[in-house]
């Protein structure tokens, strides 16, 4: 891992949490973009080097709505930038860590994504982000 790529946050209604992320850094969103697969709608802001991404549910179903069903709004996961995900996650799998997927798949800003447990990482949902090429 090289890196915090971005730190995930589940949120009620993105248009207002915009706005409130807009103030807070004093700059709009970069990106928005849905995610079906995932019943989730994105946001991202950059913080000098930081990177959030704001989380809102589509369906009732998604994981993000779960999450807020049972914990509330709040930081959903870390990510973290890797350089092959597919190695990284057998490196990851061979230390004892439980995958949430068998392989990468697509997931918001032109990243494979792959996630471990948290019940492997002392409760924090993990995300592995390689850019695609």
């Keep these: 891992m ?3 790529e971005h730190i995930g946050i589940a949120v009620k209604d993105l248009e207002a949490s915009n706005n409130l992320f807009e103030k807070l850094f004093g700059a709009p969103a970069y990106k928005e973009e849905a995610v079906e697969s995932e019943g989730v709608k ?3 802001f950059m913080n000098g080097p930081n990177k959030i991404e704001l989380l809102e549910a589509t369906n009732p179903d998604s994981p993000i709505a779960k999450f807020i069903e049972k914990k509330g709004e709040g ?3 870390i990510a973290f930038d890797v350089e092959d995900i597919e190695a ?3 490196r990851l799998a061979a230390e004892g860590f439980i995958l949430l997927n ?3 798949k697509k997931g918001a800003d032109n990243k494979l994504v792959a996630f471990l447990h948290p019940k492997t990482t002392n409760g924090v949902l993990i995300e592995l982000c390689q ?3």
Excluded: A, G, Q
């Design 88 to 90: 990284e996650m057998k």
């Design 131 to 133: 850019e695609i090429k």
């Design 75 to 77: 930081i959903h996961h």
């Design 102 to 104: 068998d392989k990468p």
């Design 2 to 4: 090289r890196k915090i």
């Design 42 to 44: 994105t946001s991202f």
